[in-house]
Nanobody, 121 residues
Framework: QVKLVESGGGSVQAGGSLRLSCVAS?????MAWFRQGPGKEREGVAA???????AYRDSVKGRFTISKDWDKNTLYLTMNSLRPEDTAIYYC??????????????????WGQGTQVTVAS
């Protein structure tokens, strides 16, 4: 059973940067970052297949970058120009097969515990 462990969350001022990390105990082909803000549904942020980014949420395009280091078996989300509306718990997700939209939560069956990101205005 693959396990995912996230780290790197924290509190920053608007305009700041953070980098989230997710260490996987296996080698799932498809991985993604999701987030769930206060009172909101979980939403897809960015997805990757192997080491190629495949999708970004419109609101994060140009600000966030998803990447993966195979040697360290670690998924990253580099977040720049953070906004208060980016405040959420961020989750790492993975699956070995993908049949639909890579930013849809139901496509993933392996989840990390989440890490809190808070952006102050």
């Amino acid at each position: 059973q693959v396990k995912l462990v996230e780290s790197g969350g924290g509190s920053v001022q608007a305009g700041g940067s953070l980098r989230l990390s997710c260490v996987a105990s296996g080698y799932p082909l498809y991985m993604a970052w999701f987030r769930q803000g206060p009172g909101k549904e979980r939403e897809g942020v960015a997805a990757i297949r192997d080491q190629e980014p495949t999708a970004y949420r419109d609101s994060v395009k140009g600000r966030f970058t998803i990447s993966k280091d195979w040697d360290k078996n670690t998924l990253y989300l580099t977040m720049n120009s953070l906004r208060p509306e980016d405040t959420a718990i961020y989750y790492c997700a993975a699956t070995f097969t993908l049949r639909g939209d890579s930013l849809t939560a139901n496509e993933y069956n392996i989840w990390g515990q989440g890490t809190q990101v808070t952006v102050a205005s």
